[in-house]
């Protein structure tokens, strides 16, 4: 008797560890006749989406499927503009796959406010296309999508403190990562168009980590800029969502450049021309606000004319003391 109470006491809390999401960043589960979270651990709660139509979670939108879900809200000026704009770039990427075979879902932590009307009009600002589907629904329903989904639940008096995790997932093979929306977009995809797909991946084609070519050294701003800015910028390869940036330290006031990124939104809210200008040219899509001190601001403006200078071959200039 003591050995059979034993054994359930170690079954039980194998069950309590258990679960589709661990501590780690990526989590590959048994096969799914296996595993109890399917159409049993998913909720089939009602979403809306950006046309007004209605989908249920489980049965509609993952079933079956492979795609990657975010959680944003429209009136935030940060994070959640940035993590659209890095999904848009895995959204190209992704091609005539995108709502064929791979779907990305972006659901609103705030429905009160993001109805149909303003996801479809967020959605257009950021050129989405379709297969890639934007919804809300009722409070009480994203919270418990969240939770089920391993990320933090929002409560509407701190939406601010959303998680930005993206979560990757094939439910029919019960396989599901979280990672970064500021990954490189082609590892993104990647995940969406191999790593999660219903077949074996040989591994004959893999390299060895011998042939690994040693990163060489970035500068503070090429980091910022990569991880920030690209989604949005380019410097010299023309407009992408936003303006291209060549050029751009020379033809505007070094004091204007460190405040525009320092606080956009606030600009904005002023009425500055060049930033109400810029905001109407390019859809009024939002300069996210990514909490830029000086530090951060002039190292980015070191990196663009750095870059201006290796364009038009010549030295870059030199910084102001």
């Known amino acids: 008797m003591q050995k059979r109470r034993v054994h359930v ?21 048994a096969p799914a006749a296996a595993q109890p979270w399917h159409a049993g651990y998913f909720p089939n709660v009602i979403l809306t989406d950006h046309d007004g139509r209605r989908h249920r979670f489980y049965d509609d939108l993952i079933k079956n ?34 709502g064929k075979d791979v779907f990305i879902y972006s659901i609103s932590i705030d429905p009160k406010n993001d109805t149909p009307v303003v996801l479809k009009r967020y959605r257009h ?13 009722k409070l009480g329903d994203v919270e418990l999508l969240q939770k089920k989904l391993g990320l933090k639940v929002v409560l509407p008096a701190a939406v601010k403190d ?36 219903n077949h074996a991946t040989g591994a004959g084609g893999r390299a060895s980590y011998d042939t690994a070519r040693q990163a060489g050294h970035q500068s503070k701003g090429e980091i910022l800029f990569r991880s920030r800015c690209a989604s949005c910028h380019t410097i010299g390869g023309g407009d992408r969502l936003g303006p291209d ?12 450049l460190v405040r525009w990124l320092k606080e956009p939104d606030k600009m904005i809210a002023e009425g500055d021309p060049v ?29 663009m004319s750095e870059r201006d200078a290796k364009r038009k071959g010549t030295s870059p200039p030199v910084k102001p003391n």
């Not at 940035?82 to 992704?94: F, G, P, S």
């Open 245 to 256: 940036l060549a050029n751009v330290v020379p033809t505007r006031p070094r004091p204007w």
């Open 125 to 137: 600002m950021f050129g989405v296309a379709k297969g890639w589907s934007f919804f809300t629904g």
């Open 162 to 197: 959303h998680a930005t995790s993206v979560m990757f997932g094939n439910e029919k093979s019960a396989t599901w990562i979280k990672r970064s929306p500021y990954d490189e977009p082609k590892v993104l995809a990647g995940l969406l168009t191999e790593r999660l797909q």
């Open 65 to 98: 499927k492979v795609f990657a879900i975010n959680f944003i809200y429209t009136k935030c000026v940060d994070v959640c503009p940035a993590e659209t704009a890095q999904l848009r770039q895995v959204q190209d990427l992704l091609g005539d796959r995108l």
């Open 275 to 303: 930033a109400l200008e810029l905001k109407a040219r390019y859809r009024n899509l939002p300069m996210p606000n990514f909490s830029f001190g000086d530090v951060e601001a002039n190292a980015l403006i070191e990196y």
């Open 9 to 29: 006491l170690v079954v039980a809390m194998g069950l309590l560890l258990s679960g589709p999401f661990s501590a780690h960043a990526e989590q590959a589960l």
